[in-house]
């Protein structure tokens, strides 16, 4: 069976939410899991929180969605920091309308993969716009077969993505590892 906690307390005490939620959504519960582990330890943001990108930009809720993503899904972004509910079908909104439809776009990943999610969580970590990028240089490369094949090809040439994309690919393609790191004892 599933671990029973995570490192994360405040995560362990939502692992029955999550898994509800997963089940409905077909959202990985490790990627639910990980996700929220790594971008807000299972706290309701009610400002930006300090973290490996350690943003200015009043991320909000479990899943930490800027106040730009809570609009274009028609969200009351103040009420991401204080509905653990709320938050969490926030979460699962934003993967499932914004997140899933633009990994499906670049085609280099089997839907529902590992491979696929990582791709998924790194639209959300990157933005859609670095991540097209990197992935239009790695499909000219022959690197997009597997996630360590375009990790590899991004890192390779991280001073060419930060010019273009101004988004460092050292610094956001561990962090996905980290969330499956994390993530993968839950199912991933």
């Known amino acids: 069976g599933l671990p029973a906690a995570t490192r994360y307390k405040l995560v ?23 996700w929220i582990s790594k971008e807000s330890a299972g706290k309701l943001a009610t400002k930006p929180q300090p973290g490996p990108g350690d943003t200015k930009l009043d991320e909000r809720g479990y899943f930490q969605l800027h106040p730009e993503e809570s609009a274009s899904l028609g969200l009351d972004h103040q009420r991401l ?18 997140y899933m439809p633009r990994t499906d776009k670049l085609n280099i990943a089997p839907k529902g993969s590992t491979y696929y999610w990582k791709v998924v969580k790194l639209g959300h970590t990157m933005g859609s716009g670095a991540v097209q990028k990197i992935v239009d240089g790695a499909k000219a490369a022959g690197a997009t077969g597997s996630w360590e094949s375009l990790k590899k090809h991004a890192i390779d040439n991280d001073a060419k993505y930060l010019s273009l994309a101004k988004h460092s690919p050292k610094k956001w393609f561990p962090l996905v590892d980290k969330v499956y790191e994390v993530g993968v004892p839950f199912g991933f």
Request: glycine share 12%.
């Open 81 to 98: 920091s204080v509905d653990p509910r709320y938050s969490i079908d926030a979460g699962l909104r934003l993967i499932g309308l914004k």
């Open 12 to 34: 362990n005490a939502l692992l029955p939410e999550l898994q509800k939620a997963s089940a409905s959504s077909g959202i990985p519960l490790g990627l639910l899991v990980g």
